[in-house]
């Protein structure tokens, strides 16, 4: 849905743009190639929806405004949205806006010669079937045939009262923003600039101000600071004579206030970078700021003064109260992220944002940038599973899963209008890809149906979703949709807000009265329904409030929607008959409520003439308002009701000035409306008069008349209708068959009741039937087809289950994890529900209502559990189980094996964990030159190797949503001898235990042992042990050449022993850790691999060797066992140390596999050994994030560190 408003796109977000901020922006093409490169205005203050590839997003109103203004696009634009009165334009760089505008289109580009002949006022433009027009064109009117049935044209040119002003010094400004108070005011703003392509910002920008409707123009550089750079105009939409100008960020954050409609301004700095602003829809002085650093702040002063509200919030997603919904008016709905990057919906006051006071409606998070707030509904979405889920609140209530079809499985929403109290969403399915369906709910927006399948979409220039459905304005239920069939796009049309669709019928005759050979359904009218951020493209459709059976849109005649052969149609009586106007694309603005029409040919030429029409499209005539042709970039309507004043703005040529054109319409009236100037009109389809329930009948002016219309401009009169079959539609989990009946749709069960139905009470009972909402008809068949008032039967329990509320089967030791008990049916208030979590502890409820929020418990141990609900009552019971992993965060990995081994002897490697307990584990592992990895769930593992040499191992352990690893080296001989080496007892003060200075220790005793005995470094491995006391292993190895010569036999490696403890008995080894600390090294037994038996005929030497092993030994012994006596002394080091001894000493490999107590760990560091450190890689695509928190997850029976 955003993902819902952020949402899918909408197709009219310029509109929404101009009814929030009374702004308009316009790009002239052309500037950087024909790529849509013209840099976005600042964001408006409009509401927003978000467009998404996926996800749930907002829509907007169809054929009006979505909420989130989108970048602009780089073509001049014509005309504005109903009662939008703001505009803003970029004409191109040294071609003309008008030539790049043909180059966008896909119109011939001109050649140079013709935009010489261009600028100059001169040169053709095509008209309808056309010769030529404005220097030289035909007149569409010589082309009429059948006056009857044609559409005339006026030969005779007719002249606009209108006024020029030039706005000099600007012509290097490439921008204008255009903003006009209306409403009996008189002033007009345009803030101008020079927006520098290459350095990506505004260099330079102008500020003008006119009193008199755009006669004249002051410029106000000197009030604002002439050397200040302004980059935006905001304007307050409850106050239009409260004015906020915004300095470019990149010189300086400032802003600038007015409160008398631009006369004056105050300056205020801002210690933020303002990129969007949301104003309050009643209070004028209150405003949001979203910052460029995804900060909110509020202002309840007019940004004269700021607070901070929150920090994280998601662009886009923040919003004012609803009146109505909300108690508090400075109450702020906005979707934060936390700092592990999850998205939850909260709620606070706009002064009183502090952590106590927040809110969070929606327990738990939310999909990322899919929070919706509009009218009475706010919209969330949680993807579980791998499948999207929507949320809905009504008023503010709690929140319930929307409810669609079974089987609709979808994979993309969103909401397109939430008018009159009910849902109106597109819906892809997972079956879909550029089409989407249609559904509708009932008023609270939990339950939905089918309106309309695959209807078409596209997208649009940021890449949002743009649906093709058109909302009417003026008529309640009244729609236009491209419906997609057999590869073919037709237009269709519905007057009771999907209940019913049909084709258009094409016009009679074409525009020069021959007649038109369509017949339904092989061929009717299609309709371009994109509300177009740019009039200027193709696809415009325009409808009024004001004049509610008057459409005008682009199209084509035939078989389906069409690109080519477009042209223009009105339809005067809301959709039932269409006329062709215009064999071109014109763009159409409605003056006096309506009662006039302007169109202006879409042209990459200069113009100087406008056509009007005073009989809603039948004849038009055409009207020059002005003397030299003009580019036109932008037309700008006055504020409203009437419209009688227009300003064009555009340009002679490229290199000239901004020339604003005022056109005053009053003096084409002879006089007001009159009530005898008008003639009922009765709104209906095909005939039938009664729609949504209700026959109404407006008053339209005489076509005859040309008048000024006034207050009866439409008035309407409503009488009910008596209820038909017509009015209803079909109830959820019922479908429309081709007899018109509504039958359950196969997965439905009608006969479910609701799950508050209990014993003695009442439900409603569904006859397949509901009322469309907001239709007012009355008696006849309603009380047939509305759902009856029934007594609950006693029903056994059935259909229960137990899941969490996010969806997964696991869970995170010492978090909360909520559990949801369902019921399909049976009676819920005097039922008996047992769970038992499966760790010793267990709870009853009376009934499924306290429930409602789900059933919280948290885990002290981790494992995997059992958890059972047990539902009872008097007609039956029902079970259900959950199997529940709960984990621990794995932090780190150490691999536990042999430095050295013998060939051909088994070895044991293990996985040590911190923390041990981490829940259920799955590990992978690499050893020797196996390509394949051996998978296992213990964390232990034996294996020979065959062969000497170095050889890596490495484990990975996949906890989770994580994988960590370890990786180890282990040299492999057929023989080797070891030596336990102690130290001089300082070197116990200077160990911190860590790998690294393990490390470093080992290669300074190799160095010694190197410089003190003459053995080759070859010889020599030194592995320094963790734990306390300080010990060593020191390994004699066979050493061979790379030749696989000389390799060192057993006597070799006999005789290097006896040099090396020979040498350590003499005290000779020794080294320096730091000035003035001298650290001995002494031997304290020898080992062999494999074992050499000791004979009589042992020498003497042998015997001695023996005997020195034994009294070291027996000297390291006494020395321990003293020093467990000493105080301070850390007892649990010393158990550490003798476990490490058993651990990686080479005399007994089935003593080899570590025994380390994973709850006598000190710290990680003590598992990491000298090899590879471990790491954590993360799994693709995962939403797994580790706590970092051990508290919850800690496995010490007590603190190591205080043994």
Not at 64 to 74: D, E
Not at 133 to 142: N, S
Not at 723 to 729: G, V
Request: hydrophobic share 35%; charged share 20%; glycine share 8%.
């Amino acid at each position: 849905m955003g993902k819902v408003g952020a949402g899918g796109g909408s197709q009219a977000r310029l509109s929404a743009l101009l009814a929030g901020a009374g702004l308009l922006v316009l790009c002239a093409p052309g500037v950087c190639g024909g790529g849509s490169c013209c840099p976005p205005p600042h964001p408006s203050s409009a509401p927003r929806s978000a467009s998404t590839p996926r996800g749930f997003s907002h829509q907007g109103r169809p054929g009006r405004a979505p909420a989130t203004p989108l970048p602009l696009v780089v073509r001049p634009l014509f005309s504005v949205a109903p009662g939008d009165r703001a505009l803003s334009l970029e004409r191109a760089r040294g071609t003309g806006a008008s030539m790049a505008v043909a180059a966008r289109s896909g119109r011939r580009r001109r050649s140079g010669a013709d935009q010489e002949k261009a600028e100059r006022g001169e040169g053709a433009s095509r008209s309808p079937r056309g010769v030529l027009r404005d220097g030289g064109q035909q007149e569409p009117g010589t082309l009429e045939r059948d006056p009857d049935k044609a559409t005339r044209f006026r030969m005779e040119e007719l002249r606009l009262t209108s006024t020029t002003f030039a706005l000099t010094g600007d012509s290097a400004h490439n921008q204008a923003m255009v903003h006009w108070s209306g409403h009996n005011s008189s002033v007009i703003l345009i803030l101008t600039k020079l927006y520098d392509y290459n350095l990506g910002s505004i260099t330079e920008s102008s500020l003008w101000r006119s009193t008199d409707y755009g006669t004249t123009y002051e410029k106000l550089n000197d009030k604002v600071g002439l050397k200040t750079i302004l980059s935006y105009l905001y304007v307050c939409p409850t106050n239009k004579r409260k004015i906020m100008l915004l300095t470019d960020p990149e010189i300086e954050s400032s802003l600038l206030i007015s409160s008398d409609e631009g006369a004056t301004y105050q300056k205020y700095r801002l210690n933020f970078y303002i990129q969007s602003l949301l104003f309050h829809p009643k209070q004028e002085d209150w405003i949001l700021a979203y910052s460029q650093d995804q900060k909110l702040y509020s202002s309840a002063e007019f940004g004269r003064r700021w607070q901070l509200i929150q920090e994280g919030v998601v662009p886009n997603r923040f919003y004012w109260s609803v009146m109505g919904s909300n108690k508090e008016p400075d109450l702020v709905h906005l979707e934060a992220r936390t700092v592990d990057g999850h998205s939850h919906y909260l709620t606070c006051r706009m002064q009183n944002c502090t952590e106590a006071n927040r809110n969070q409606p929606f327990p738990g998070y939310i999909d990322p940038d899919s929070l919706i707030v509009q009218d009475h509904y706010v919209f969330v979405q949680l993807t579980s599973g791998g499948r999207p889920h929507y949320y809905v609140s009504y008023r503010r209530n709690a929140f319930a899963q929307m409810k669609l079809p079974k089987y609709a499985l979808p994979k993309d929403m969103h909401v397109i209008s939430t008018d009159e109290n009910q849902v109106f969403a597109a819906v892809q399915e997972w079956n879909q890809n550029d089409t989407y369906n249609l559904y509708i709910s009932d008023t609270r927006g939990v339950y939905f149906t089918l309106a309309l399948e695959n209807v078409q979409s596209s997208r649009g220039p940021e890449g949002n979703i743009m649906i093709d459905l058109y909302e009417v304005a003026g008529i309640k239920g009244m729609f236009l949709a491209n419906k997609k069939i057999d590869n073919q796009v037709k237009t269709f049309i519905t007057y009771n807000k999907g209940r019913d669709w049909r084709l258009l019928q094409a016009p009679d005759t074409d525009l020069r009265g021959d007649p038109v050979h369509c017949l339904l359904p092989y061929c009717s009218l299609h309709l371009h329904l994109k509300v177009s951020e740019n009039p200027y493209t193709s696809g415009i459709i325009a409808s009024k409030d004001t004049a509610p059976s008057i459409i005008v849109a682009s199209g084509n005649i035939g078989s389906e929607l069409s690109d080519t052969d477009i042209s223009m149609f009105v339809s005067s009586d809301a959709g039932n008959t269409w006329r062709q106007i215009f064999e071109e694309e014109h763009s159409v603005l409605y003056l006096d409520q309506g009662g006039v029409l302007v169109a202006m040919k879409h042209t990459s030429l200069p113009i100087r003439h406008l056509w009007l029409s005073f009989d809603e499209g039948r004849s038009w005539s055409k009207y020059s308002f002005t003397s030299i042709p003009l580019f036109v970039d932008g037309v700008l309507g006055e504020p409203g009701e009437e419209t009688l004043i227009m300003t064009v703005f555009g340009h002679f040529s490229h290199r000239s000035e901004w020339q604003l054109v005022k056109v005053d319409y009053k003096s084409i009236f002879d006089r007001r409306c009159a009530e005898e100037d008008y003639r009922p009109w009765q709104l209906h389809s095909q005939g039938e008069a009664c729609i949504m329930g209700a026959k109404r009948i407006y008053k339209k002016r005489k076509s005859e008349r040309k008048c000024m219309q006034g207050k009866y401009a439409g008035a309407m009169e409503s009488e009910p209708c008596v209820c038909t079959e017509a009015d209803f539609d079909c109830d959820y989990g019922y479908e429309r068959h081709s007899n018109g009946q509504c039958l359950p749709a196969f997965w439905f069960n009608p006969s479910s009741l609701s799950k508050d139905c209990s014993l003695g009470q009442s439900y409603l009972n569904s006859t397949g039937y509901r009322k469309v909402v907001s239709n007012n008809c009355t008696d006849g068949v309603r009380e047939q087809y509305t759902a009856k008032p029934q007594k609950c039967p006693g029903k056994a329990p059935r259909g229960l289950r137990i899941v969490t509320a996010d969806g997964k089967l696991t869970a995170e030791q010492g978090h909360n994890v909520t559990l949801m008990v369902q019921l399909e049916e049976g009676d819920v208030q005097r039922t008996l529900i047992q769970v038992d979590f499966g760790d010793g502890i267990a709870v009853s409820y009376v009934n499924l209502s306290s429930m409602e929020d789900g059933i919280k418990h948290v885990y002290q141990n981790v494992g995997i559990f059992r958890v059972t609900v047990q539902v009872d009552n008097s007609l039956g019971s029902d079970s259900a189980v959950l199997y529940l992993h709960v984990t621990c965060p794995l932090e780190h990995v150490h691999l536990s094996l042999p430095f050295v081994t013998t060939k051909n002897k088994e070895v044991n490697a293990t996985a040590v964990l911190w923390p041990s307990q981490v829940g259920t584990l799955t590990y992978v592992w690499w050893y020797g030159n196996n390509t394949e990895p051996l998978i296992t769930l213990e964390g232990s593992i034996s294996f020979r190797f065959t062969s000497e040499g170095m050889n890596t191992i490495t484990v990975q352990v996949s906890a989770g949503n994580a994988i960590l690893q370890d990786t180890k080296t282990i040299a492999v001989y057929e023989e080797f001898r070891s030596l336990r080496l102690s130290f001089s007892p300082n070197l116990d003060d200077y160990n911190p235990d860590i790998p690294e200075w393990r490390r470093d220790i080992g290669r300074v005793i190799k160095k010694s042992l190197v410089e003190a005995t003459g053995v080759p470094g070859q010889h020599i491995l030194v592995a320094v042990l963790p734990g306390l006391p300080t010990t060593a292993e020191l390994f004699v190895l066979p050493y061979q050449d790379p030749a696989g010569e000389n390799k060192r036999s057993t006597d070799d490696l006999e005789q290097i022993s006896e040099l090396l403890i020979h040498t350590l008995n003499q005290n000779s080894v020794h080294f320096e850790l730091k000035p003035g600390v001298r650290v001995l090294v002494h031997a304290a037994h020898l080992t062999a691999a494999p074992l050499v038996d000791l004979t009589p005929t042992h020498s003497g030497s042998a015997m001695l060797m023996l005997l020195s092993v034994v009294f070291v030994g027996l000297a390291v012994f006494v020395i321990y066992k003293f020093k467990r006596k000493i105080p301070g002394i850390n007892v649990y080091a010393q158990m550490q140390n003798e476990k490490e001894q058993e651990m990686i000493s080479p005399v007994s490999h089935s003593e080899s596999r570590p025994s380390v107590p994973q709850t006598e760990l000190r710290r990680p560091g003590q598992l990491i050994d000298e090899k590879v450190e471990s790491q954590l890689i993360e799994v693709p695509n995962s939403n797994f994030e580790s706590s970092g928190v051990l508290g919850s997850c800690s496995v010490f029976s007590r603190n190591p560190t205080e043994h």
